[in-house]
């Protein structure tokens, strides 16, 4: 318990030539970090052109596999009908890498069990947005992904 | 808690900055040579590597394959990137120039003699340190030029007496220069050699403080360790800043070409300028000198030359002038065998 | 139960090997050798180490002969291709080689001076024979004798004409090599020069009634260049004309020798107007143009009304080609001049000592785009040339992009040294004035 505070010295004198030392210092070293700052940023990579992720034999009707587009998961669903789909296999809750389920027909999140429908829209749990999709596309018997 | 009319701020009030200061305050330096800062400097330049050097770690890959890439990817891709790796560069030469500056001056005001010989002993571990820094950071962007100074260093490393084939290997990581030596100096680099650096720094200030020195007689005008020495001192690390970013912004520390082993060495191969004089007494001695293989003689003789160095304190107890004027001369034939190497 | 059987078979193997040594000694003291079977080398004795079965008695008497003539034979063959104990020298002389005297030269069908017509029949009966070839070099084709009956040097050799070659005049007789020595005349390396022996001898070609300046211009033709630069793909003469089958070209078959390796081009030739209207005029495609032996490189010829334009040579005054050229030498002129601002703004980055690591790659690419204008220019049609310059500007603005933003970060960067050069010496200053400040006080005896 202190009653008082004198043990501060009493208004001190401001030192104008300390005063601007200190300051130039500061601004000196804030116009260093700028550089520094810019060197740490990490690099942005321009988006991925249309990847080929294998034949179509490859994947055959009613299932489904994960593939490694430009270092991202996405999810290829292979309809009964022959029919593509992709998604981007990241939940759009906390980016757990989902799966599809063949028994109940929808793509699942182990995570906080998150549901997306066939459409990759969110039907259940947490996930706040459907799935993003990409484009797929047949080119002489290869499988085409691209960002929609 | 402070005697009355004492000026204090803020933040010294605060953080404890004055009782941390006040016995700096009450100890005396000389106020004359500019060479009294040299040793701040020298802190300051290390000080300097330890930031730049962190930086470059974030894009740099040591591995043979990779390095030079990453190493022109720092350069060329990340922004800023050749700006830090120039100032890096620049930092390092200007840390051995300054460092070497320190020790001629010690060598000069014959500062080493009793009771200073431990701060001269960690000063000269120091020393070499300071050139295994430099030696493992030149290996590391595994260019042609690295490749060839990790070779031929190793090699020289071979003559020293007694230590000489150990010492070999060890700076190989082995018996052949490969990435394992790449892989090993690079662990010297970034955390052995710094670690014990801040370490022997640490036992060279402490020793500074030793408490005799306070009432030990100054020669000449002197001045307070704080605020003075340190305001000056501020200032002359503010010209060293401004000499690094200078020369960091307009002289580009060049790369060089990849590392090749089946490549021929250029005839105008050099070693980092602070090495220039025992490379021209490599290149125009003859095969043997005195009957002892010539790179055994030499390499034993500048050992041989350190042992002195290292034992200084003790050979010359009481100071006497030659001393200075043999480090005189010595720096100056040492000037003089560099300058011919260039030309 | 398998080795014993293979060691008795290594074992009679050496057997014979010593019985065949320990018979050399008395083939060499036997018939009468002076000096000359001292100066014949341990390498070559050895070569001519006998078939196991029976002794090459051939070489043992003609070694020793004093007529260089028929000792020469010897040392020749030693370094042939055809040093082979399967084959010795009756495989071509027949004869038998049991018999180590003359009477060897006594046996039924002895050829010791094969003539220029049947020589190719000589050859011929082992080269053409797949069954024996495979036992000596499964890889080696077996049709040239066929192919070399189709040539027009074959055709005249057969007919008994001398001057036409036979196999041994480009391969040699005894010391012939294999094709992919360097040192064989038909080496790829050399065949041009052997070509040349002939058909650059206006004596050798008068009867024929042929031109003998084509290794002349072939030397200094784009494809002789690239070949003396040591380019792989470079062709000489066998390139174009064949080797065994070689026929004289004509207009009709020589695109498809040049679309051989520039396949573009002349797909893109045939869809031209060109195509049909060469065909109607009898005009050989790419060789009406591009000339023959001493093809031109492509960056000498020039598209456009200009005298000196290749179109000129045969449009003078039809309207709607020549319109077409001169939109085509806008188009390639334009491109041309976009690719060399972008590489000299690469340069210039250079000089000023900037660092850009896509640089190369954006260059490589305004190259490669730039080389895809040439095939172009044989569809004479602007459209698609608009298409290829297009790219090439495309490549050639994303370089100028990369100097652009590496000089506009150079600026950046000596505008933030100045900044912080002005605080460095404001701090600088600062500390300088504090410090004479300190010690005016201490002078004046102020605490």
């Given at each position: 318990?202190q009653?008082?505070?004198?043990?501060l010295a009493?208004?001190?004198?401001?030192d104008f030539l300390?005063?601007?030392?200190?300051?130039?210092?500061?601004?000196?070293?804030?116009a260093a970090?700028y550089?520094?700052?810019?060197?740490?940023?990490p690099?942005?990579?321009?988006?991925?052109?249309?990847?080929t992720?294998?034949?179509?034999?490859e994947?055959p009707?009613g299932?489904?596999?994960?593939v490694a587009?430009e270092d991202?998961?996405?999810?290829v669903?292979?309809?009964?009908?022959?029919?593509f789909q992709?998604?981007?296999?990241l939940?759009?809750h906390l980016?757990?890498?989902?799966?599809?389920?063949?028994?109940?027909?929808?793509i699942e999140?182990?995570?906080?069990?998150g549901v997306?429908?066939?459409?990759?829209l969110?039907?259940?749990?947490?996930p706040p947005?459907?799935?993003?999709?990409?484009?797929v596309a047949?080119?002489?018997?290869?499988?085409v992904v691209s960002e929609? | 808690?402070?005697?009355?009319?004492?000026?204090?701020?803020?933040l010294?009030?605060?953080?404890g900055?004055s009782?941390?200061v006040?016995?700096?305050e009450?100890?005396r330096?000389?106020a004359?040579?500019?060479?009294?800062?040299?040793?701040g400097?020298?802190?300051?330049?290390?000080l300097?590597?330890?930031?730049s050097?962190?930086?470059?770690?974030l894009?740099?890959?040591?591995?043979?394959?990779q390095a030079?890439?990453s190493?022109?990817?720092i350069v060329?891709?990340?922004p800023?990137?050749?700006?830090?790796?120039?100032?890096h560069a620049w930092s390092?030469d200007?840390?051995?120039a300054s460092l070497?500056?320190?020790?001629?001056?010690?060598v000069l005001r014959?500062?080493?003699?009793?009771?200073?010989?431990?701060r001269?002993?960690?000063?000269?571990?120091?020393?070499?340190?300071?050139?295994g820094l430099?030696f493992?950071?030149?290996v590391l962007p595994w260019?042609?030029?690295?490749y060839?100074?990790?070779r031929?260093?190793?090699e020289?490393?071979r003559y020293?007496?007694v230590?000489g084939?150990?010492l070999?290997r060890?700076?190989?990581?082995?018996?052949e220069?490969?990435?394992a030596?790449?892989?090993?100096?690079?662990?010297?680099h970034?955390?052995?050699?710094?670690a014990?650096?801040s370490?022997?720094f640490a036992v060279?200030?402490v020793?500074?403080?030793?408490?005799?020195?306070?009432?030990?007689?100054?020669?000449?005008?002197s001045?307070?360790?704080y605020?003075?020495f340190?305001?000056?001192q501020?200032?002359?690390?503010t010209g060293?800043?401004?000499?690094?970013?200078t020369?960091?912004?307009?002289?580009?520390r060049?790369l060089?070409?990849p590392?090749?082993?089946r490549m021929?060495?250029?005839s105008d191969?050099?070693?980092p300028?602070?090495f220039?004089w025992?490379?021209?007494?490599?290149a125009?001695?003859?095969?043997?000198l005195?009957?002892?293989?010539?790179?055994?003689?030499?390499v034993?003789t500048?050992?041989?030359l350190?042992?002195l160095v290292?034992?200084?304190?003790?050979?010359?107890?009481?100071?006497?002038?030659v001393?200075?004027y043999l480090?005189?001369v010595?720096?100056?034939?040492?000037?003089?065998?560099s300058v011919n190497a260039l030309? | 139960?398998?080795?014993?059987?293979?060691?008795?078979?290594?074992l009679s193997?050496?057997a014979?090997?010593l019985?065949?040594?320990?018979r050399?000694?008395?083939?060499?003291a036997?018939?009468?050798?002076?000096?000359?079977s001292?100066?014949?080398s341990?390498?070559s004795?050895?070569a001519?180490?006998?078939?196991?079965?029976s002794?090459?008695?051939?070489v043992?008497?003609?070694?020793?002969?004093?007529?260089?003539?028929?000792?020469a034979p010897?040392?020749?063959?030693?370094s042939?291709v055809?040093?082979?104990d399967?084959i010795g020298?009756?495989?071509?002389?027949k004869g038998?080689?049991?018999?180590p005297?003359a009477?060897?030269?006594?046996?039924?069908?002895?050829?010791?001076?094969?003539?220029?017509?049947?020589?190719?029949?000589v050859?011929?009966?082992?080269?053409?024979?797949?069954?024996?070839?495979?036992?000596i070099?499964a890889?080696l084709?077996?049709g040239?004798?066929?192919?070399f009956?189709?040539?027009?040097?074959?055709?005249?050799?057969g007919?008994?004409d001398?001057?036409a070659?036979?196999?041994?005049?480009?391969?040699?007789?005894?010391?012939?090599?294999?094709?992919a020595?360097p040192?064989?005349?038909?080496?790829?390396?050399?065949?041009?020069k052997l070509c040349?022996?002939?058909h650059?001898?206006?004596?050798h070609?008068?009867?024929?009634?042929?031109?003998t300046?084509q290794?002349a211009?072939?030397?200094?033709s784009v494809?002789?260049?690239?070949?003396?630069?040591g380019?792989?793909?470079?062709p000489t003469?066998?390139?174009?004309?064949?080797a065994?089958s070689?026929t004289p070209?004509e207009a009709?078959s020589?695109?498809r020798?040049?679309?051989r390796?520039?396949?573009e081009e002349?797909a893109l030739?045939?869809?031209?107007?060109h195509?049909?209207?060469f065909?109607?005029?009898g005009?050989a495609?790419?060789?009406?143009?591009?000339?023959?032996h001493?093809?031109a490189?492509?960056?000498?010829?020039h598209?456009?009304?200009t005298p000196?334009?290749?179109?000129t040579?045969c449009?003078s005054?039809?309207?709607?080609?020549?319109k077409?050229?001169d939109?085509?030498a806008g188009l390639?002129?334009?491109?041309?001049?976009?690719?060399a601002?972008?590489r000299a703004a690469v340069?210039r980055a250079g000089?000023?000592g900037l660092?850009?690591?896509?640089?190369?790659?954006?260059?490589?690419?305004v190259?490669?785009?730039?080389?895809k204008?040439?095939?172009?220019?044989?569809?004479l049609?602007?459209?698609?040339?608009?298409?290829?310059?297009a790219?090439?500007?495309?490549?050639?603005?994303a370089?100028?992009?990369?100097?652009t933003?590496?000089?506009?970060?150079?600026?950046?960067e000596?505008?933030g040294y100045?900044a912080a050069l002005?605080?460095?010496f404001l701090?600088?200053s600062t500390l300088?004035?504090?410090?004479w400040?300190?010690?005016?006080?201490?002078?004046?005896?102020s605490?």
């Amino acid at each position: 318990m202190q009653p008082e505070a004198p043990q501060l010295a009493p208004a001190p004198r401001r030192d104008f030539l300390s005063v601007a030392a200190g300051g130039s210092a500061v601004a000196f070293a804030a116009a260093a970090g700028y550089p520094v700052l810019r060197y740490m940023e990490p690099r942005t990579r321009p988006p991925s052109g249309p990847t080929t992720i294998g034949r179509q034999e490859e994947f055959p009707p009613g299932a489904a596999r994960i593939v490694a587009v430009e270092d991202r998961p996405v999810l290829v669903i292979r309809g009964e009908d022959g029919k593509f789909q992709a998604f981007v296999a990241l939940c759009t809750h906390l980016q757990c890498v989902v799966g599809y389920s063949k028994e109940r027909k929808q793509i699942e999140c182990g995570c906080h069990r998150g549901v997306y429908n066939l459409e990759g829209l969110n039907v259940a749990g947490p996930p706040p947005r459907p799935l993003e999709v990409l484009d797929v596309a047949l080119r002489d018997g290869m499988v085409v992904v691209s960002e929609a | 808690m402070e005697a009355g009319g004492r000026r204090t701020g803020w933040l010294a009030d605060r953080s404890g900055w004055s009782d941390l200061v006040r016995p700096l305050e009450a100890r005396r330096v000389s106020a004359t040579g500019f060479d009294r800062y040299l040793g701040g400097i020298t802190l300051l330049l290390f000080l300097i590597e330890v930031a730049s050097g962190i930086l470059l770690l974030l894009y740099y890959k040591p591995d043979t394959v990779q390095a030079y890439a990453s190493v022109g990817r720092i350069v060329g891709e990340i922004p800023y990137g050749n700006l830090i790796r120039n100032v890096h560069a620049w930092s390092s030469d200007l840390f051995v120039a300054s460092l070497g500056g320190h020790l001629l001056s010690v060598v000069l005001r014959r500062a080493y003699r009793a009771p200073y010989e431990l701060r001269w002993l960690s000063g000269i571990v120091l020393l070499a340190i300071g050139i295994g820094l430099a030696f493992t950071g030149a290996v590391l962007p595994w260019s042609q030029k690295a490749y060839v100074q990790a070779r031929v260093g190793s090699e020289l490393a071979r003559y020293v007496p007694v230590l000489g084939d150990w010492l070999h290997r060890f700076l190989r990581g082995g018996d052949e220069v490969t990435s394992a030596t790449l892989q090993h100096a690079f662990g010297f680099h970034v955390a052995v050699l710094p670690a014990a650096l801040s370490l022997f720094f640490a036992v060279h200030v402490v020793l500074l403080m030793r408490k005799r020195e306070e009432t030990a007689p100054v020669e000449g005008a002197s001045i307070p360790v704080y605020p003075d020495f340190i305001i000056r001192q501020a200032a002359a690390w503010t010209g060293v800043v401004v000499a690094v970013i200078t020369l960091a912004t307009f002289s580009d520390r060049l790369l060089g070409s990849p590392a090749d082993p089946r490549m021929a060495t250029p005839s105008d191969a050099r070693p980092p300028w602070y090495f220039l004089w025992f490379h021209q007494i490599v290149a125009s001695s003859s095969r043997d000198l005195l009957g002892v293989n010539g790179p055994k003689f030499l390499v034993g003789t500048a050992c041989l030359l350190g042992a002195l160095v290292v034992g200084l304190p003790f050979l010359d107890r009481r100071g006497w002038k030659v001393t200075a004027y043999l480090a005189l001369v010595l720096v100056f034939v040492l000037v003089v065998l560099s300058v011919n190497a260039l030309s | 139960m398998r080795s014993p059987n293979r060691n008795a078979i290594r074992l009679s193997v050496i057997a014979l090997a010593l019985a065949a040594l320990a018979r050399q000694p008395d083939a060499a003291a036997g018939p009468p050798v002076p000096a000359a079977s001292a100066s014949a080398s341990p390498a070559s004795s050895r070569a001519l180490t006998p078939p196991l079965e029976s002794a090459n008695t051939c070489v043992t008497c003609h070694a020793g002969l004093a007529d260089p003539k028929l000792r020469a034979p010897t040392t020749e063959y030693s370094s042939s291709v055809h040093r082979d104990d399967r084959i010795g020298c009756v495989g071509c002389h027949k004869g038998d080689p049991r018999d180590p005297t003359a009477g060897a030269h006594r046996a039924a069908g002895f050829l010791p001076h094969p003539s220029h017509a049947e020589i190719a029949g000589v050859c011929g009966g082992c080269h053409s024979d797949a069954g024996f070839m495979r036992h000596i070099n499964a890889r080696l084709p077996v049709g040239q004798q066929a192919l070399f009956n189709l040539s027009l040097h074959g055709k005249l050799s057969g007919a008994g004409d001398t001057m036409a070659p036979t196999c041994s005049v480009c391969h040699g007789r005894h010391e012939i090599l294999p094709a992919a020595s360097p040192k064989a005349p038909v080496n790829r390396l050399n065949v041009a020069k052997l070509c040349a022996g002939c058909h650059a001898d206006p004596k050798h070609m008068a009867p024929y009634q042929i031109r003998t300046d084509q290794f002349a211009k072939w030397e200094r033709s784009v494809h002789g260049e690239a070949f003396k630069k040591g380019n792989p793909l470079a062709p000489t003469c066998t390139g174009c004309h064949g080797a065994h089958s070689a026929t004289p070209p004509e207009a009709s078959s020589v695109a498809r020798a040049c679309g051989r390796c520039h396949e573009e081009e002349l797909a893109l030739f045939e869809q031209s107007p060109h195509s049909k209207g060469f065909k109607k005029r009898g005009l050989a495609p790419c060789v009406a143009c591009h000339s023959n032996h001493d093809v031109a490189p492509a960056s000498s010829l020039h598209v456009g009304l200009t005298p000196d334009a290749t179109c000129t040579k045969c449009h003078s005054n039809d309207e709607k080609p020549l319109k077409a050229a001169d939109e085509l030498a806008g188009l390639l002129r334009g491109a041309r001049d976009r690719a060399a601002a972008a590489r000299a703004a690469v340069a210039r980055a250079g000089d000023e000592g900037l660092h850009i690591s896509g640089a190369p790659f954006a260059l490589d690419q305004v190259a490669t785009a730039e080389l895809k204008l040439r095939p172009v220019v044989h569809t004479l049609d602007p459209k698609r040339m608009a298409v290829a310059v297009a790219a090439v500007e495309q490549a050639a603005a994303a370089a100028e992009k990369l100097v652009t933003d590496a000089e506009q970060g150079r600026r950046i960067e000596r505008r933030g040294y100045y900044a912080a050069l002005a605080l460095a010496f404001l701090l600088f200053s600062t500390l300088s004035l504090k410090a004479w400040q300190l010690e005016g006080r201490r002078r004046l005896g102020s605490p």
